[in-house]
């Protein structure tokens, strides 16, 4: 059995250091990684029916289930996503969702991905326009009283050409909470200015942002910036479910920097559903094939890909190793969150979170904490046979 870094989702799982049980047989692989959702990056919205954004108090037990249920897909921590959405949705859901230790019952929650209203009108793509906000008047007293709370929050999403949004970004990391870019009309400049402020992290990149360009590459840009402060280090999230990115432009980001990409699904309530008409937050959404638009449009709006596929699509298209692969959704995703000394790696004293594939990157078993918490129906039996 080799063993390797394994996947979180910013949300995904684990490495297990000491197994419980018997070695599986050979032809497995072991690996582990930290899921955004989804690290979108960042996380998901929500999946198996279940809407994040949706005005409810009973969403601790959504997420619950959503837990439970990404556990097969390899996922052993994630981070759920809101995205915009009124005020009282802010205050009535964030303070039920907290962070916790993952197990049988579930991926463990890292933290919420707040992704909006602080973002251009220009770039909203799914997000509905009525409910945008900017920090025009107030400045970090406007994001406070917009969300009621930064408890458990973990990512902030927000376009830095934003007024008074440098001042917004020093607060938020001050706090202890990643800066995200995106949904962006920024240029270049901007962005650094951003980054020297504390941002991290680039939410869905190419998708909801300028496009590139030789005179001003605009946030896409920062892959190669000379501006980044020393010591600093930016990551970019990418849905590669081969919808969002063309291969192309997927291969074009990690060659260019490799050990920033940070694999999210960005998936919404319709994952795992069969195709129709669900929910984001306020709008209506219909799936058709692996397609999720605004209803009656042609805009994108999330994804319904798992964190396994996503890994399986980054390693076919991109051109890279089976294990730059995994680190994309395991390494990368704990090094942005700041949680690589116990997530992200098989290193002596960490998680024992891991995911066992097959040579094509197919889950077999999930693992938190080294306790065996989901297993396919032929690996159970494979390795109840072992032990015998």
């Not at 994040?52 to 990404?70: E, I, N, P, Q």
Request: proline share 5%; aromatic share 6%.
């Amino acid at each position: 059995m080799s063993r390797r870094r394994a996947f979180p989702d910013t949300g995904s799982a684990g490495i297990l250091q000491r197994p419980a049980r018997p070695s599986p047989k050979a032809g497995h692989v072991t690996q582990w990684s930290p899921d955004r959702w989804s690290c979108d990056g960042s996380g998901a919205a929500g999946g198996y029916g279940i809407d994040f954004s949706s005005a409810t108090d009973d969403m601790k037990c959504g997420v619950s289930m959503v837990a439970r249920r990404l556990l097969s897909t390899g996922v052993t921590s994630f981070c759920p996503t809101l995205v915009t959405s009124p005020v009282s949705v802010y205050h009535q859901v964030i303070p039920q969702i907290e962070v916790q230790d993952g197990g049988p019952k579930g991926a463990g929650i890292l933290g919420l991905h707040l992704e909006g209203p602080f973002i251009s009108k220009e770039k909203k793509g799914a997000h509905p326009d009525q409910y945008l906000q900017t920090f025009e008047k107030h400045g970090f007293q406007d994001l406070l009283d917009t969300y009621g709370s930064l408890d458990n929050v973990r990512i902030v999403t927000l376009a830095p050409e934003l007024n008074r949004s440098e001042e917004v970004i020093r607060e938020l990391v001050r706090r202890g909470i990643c800066v995200s870019l995106g949904h962006s009309v920024s240029n270049l400049s901007q962005a650094e200015a951003a980054v020297k402020q504390g941002a991290t992290f680039i939410t869905h990149l190419f998708n909801a942002m300028l496009p590139f360009h030789h005179r001003d590459p605009g946030i896409v840009g920062l892959l190669t910036s000379n501006e980044i402060p020393a010591g600093q280090s930016i990551f970019y999230g990418m849905i590669a479910d081969g919808i969002h990115t063309n291969p192309a432009a997927l291969r074009i980001a990690y060659r260019a920097h490799p050990t920033g990409l940070v694999l999210v699904t960005d998936a919404i309530m319709a994952m795992g559903l069969p195709a129709g008409r669900h929910t984001l937050g306020q709008q209506v959404i219909e799936i058709d094939g692996l397609h999720a638009y605004v209803a009656g449009t042609k805009t994108l709006s999330g994804s319904i890909a798992t964190m396994d596929m996503c890994v399986r699509h980054l390693w076919q298209v991109a051109g890279c190793s089976m294990e730059h692969a995994l680190e994309a959704a395991s390494l990368r995703p704990a090094e942005l969150l700041g949680i690589s000394q116990t997530k992200g790696t098989l290193e002596y004293g960490t998680d024992a979170d891991l995911v066992l594939m097959d040579k094509e990157l197919n889950v077999k078993a999930t693992y938190i904490a080294g306790e065996w918490v989901w297993k396919h129906c032929k690996v159970a039996n494979e390795l109840e046979m072992g032990s015998e």
